[in-house]
């Protein structure tokens, strides 16, 4: 259901093509604003953004871009604001995973987690700060973190991936206490266990112990089971929202209760 809570509002969402991107830019979008949407993956951004516009009957753009790059994500945020002539909010959810034991993990694959997970996030907060400066808008920065800040995964291996999410949540931290002189807001929403196509390709890498290892999840989550990308929508625009407004270097946990074990 689409109604007009975050109207006036633009907002960029990167990773928006699929998976907890895609559900938290429909989340924002049914609430009246307009979007961005950023992704590597530049055909299923477009189709997303169709998608989204056609439903909710706002101004959708699709933006292909690699976070990594940070002369790219400059570029990509002064074309957005071109375009949509603002910024209002930034939603940081391109991120990638592995599965790997530790002293396996090769020094290229340690860096690209780090530079997609930590720099992108960091270069597009950055960019999206610079802007809201500029233009004096009191901005909300929402990342994109994980119960791995928090907690080991168990039984796979992914330490590199862990440390990333760790990264993320103080920066998120971190800039919330600097940039709240500026009226800017950063908040962090740190996902658990969800049926996302990252999950699902990481359960597809475990071969005939995907199956397994899917069931250790539901049984060690109080709730029972994964969560659905959809349950995400409601914390995404409540941080998005002028509802928060006196929310900053906060952590959403969205787990069905695994870290309270």
Known sequence: TCHGQLTVY???VTGGARGLGFEMMAALAESGADVACVDLLEEACLQATIKIAAECKVEASSWGCDVTDHVAVEELFD????RHGKVDILVTAAGINKVCPAVEYSARDFSTIFQVNVNGTFYCMQQAAKHMMRLGIPGSIITIASMSAHVVNRPQTHAPYNATKAAVL???KSLATEWAPHRIRVCAISPGYFD???NRTLLAQ???KGAAL????ETETPMGRLGTPHELKGVVAFLASDNASFVTGSEIIVD???TCW
């Open 206 to 208: 475990q071969g005939e």
């Open 10 to 12: 633009v907002i960029i």
């Open 214 to 217: 899917r069931k250790i999840w």
């Open 170 to 172: 103080q920066l998120t």
């Open 79 to 82: 074309r957005i604001i071109e």
């Open 256 to 258: 069905g209760g695994y």
């Open 196 to 198: 996302t196509v990252m």
